[in-house]
């Protein structure tokens, strides 16, 4: 893969990490940290991924 296939993929990503966070944020304000969770889960799993693409993309 081209180093710019890889920001693209890192930078999608970042972006569904930060929806996933606007999300929780969302949930806590609405129904209380129990709905929450596992937005938060996603959050950080999607910018895990987007770290790992981060790392593959300085290597090239």
Do not use: P
């Not at 890192?10 to 966070?21: I, P, Q, R, S």
């Not at 938060?40 to 693409?53: K, N, P, Q």
């Amino acid at each position: 893969m081209s180093k710019k296939t890889l920001l693209l993929i890192e930078m999608v990503w970042v972006l569904l990490g930060l929806a996933c966070l606007g999300i929780a944020i969302r949930e806590i304000s609405q129904n209380g940290l129990r709905g929450a969770w596992l937005w938060f889960v996603m959050s950080a799993g999607a910018f895990a991924l987007a770290a790992l693409r981060d790392s593959q993309r300085k290597k090239m």
